[in-house]
């Protein structure tokens, strides 16, 4: 499925997930296939940018499959995918850390395109390979973040994830979701000067929307 920036939309297949929950809480597990099907591009992407480059596919392997050990603790009323990608994030935590692996981002870059292509085949090659320069750029910046500020701007412009997933994937007051942003936004600005038009734009826009929603207020997170 496409969405309106002409990216894809993480294997989502427009499925009903409460129904395929409810399915399977009643005793019919074969409806979880579904869920894997609809959502294993978007968690095979989350895996390769939070760094679990070739243990990508175990990584997602793995939470699917703590994500239907947890069905029974899930909240009805919730969304499935943030709920699934923070599984997946803990899980790449969990496997970064274990065998002590530092990814290049240039592995990154070319693992997450052969998870899933982010650029329409039928694009011009020369937007395209633009394209393709742009991102790589940006995930080698992302290195230079720090923790909780790579992890929310990957959510919410790599993953292409709203502000509510966003906040309930990372388990963040929506408040603390906009100032990590912004500050990670920021500092991309200062790392690729000539994208911090693109930056300041939607640090501006989320300003905008927190204006337009109200303001949530949280006590200083203590993250530069």
């Known amino acids: 499925m496409r969405t309106r920036k002409g990216t894809l939309e993480g294997g989502r297949i427009g499925i009903d997930d409460a129904a395929a929950i409810a399915r399977v809480r009643s005793g019919e597990p074969e409806a979880y ?67 002590v692996r530092l990814r290049a981002a240039t592995g990154r870059e070319a693992a997450l395109l052969a998870a899933e292509p982010l650029i329409p085949e039928s694009a011009d090659p020369a937007v395209a390979a633009l394209e ?25 412009y790599l993953l292409e994830m709203d502000e509510a997933e966003t906040a309930e994937a990372l388990g963040w007051p929506r408040g603390t979701v906009k100032s990590r942003l912004n500050r990670g936004l920021r500092k991309l600005g200062r790392i690729l000067p000539g994208m911090r038009d693109e930056w300041d734009g939607r640090e501006q826009q989320g300003q905008r929307d927190g204006q337009d929603e109200g303001c949530e207020r949280e006590g200083g997170d203590g993250h530069e």
């Open 132 to 156: 393709e320069e742009r991102r790589a750029l940006l995930l080698a910046a992302l290195d230079e973040l720090n923790e909780d500020q790579r992890q929310v701007v990957t959510y919410r």
């Open 33 to 99: 296939a579904e869920l894997v099907r609809a959502y294993t591009g978007i968690a095979l992407r989350a895996a390769v940018a939070f760094g679990a480059g070739a243990d990508a596919e175990d990584v997602v392997q793995t939470a699917f499959f703590k994500a239907y050990q947890s069905l029974g603790r899930f909240r009805d009323g919730s969304a499935f995918r943030p709920w699934l990608l923070r599984i997946v994030a803990n899980e790449t935590r969990n496997t970064v850390r274990s065998a």
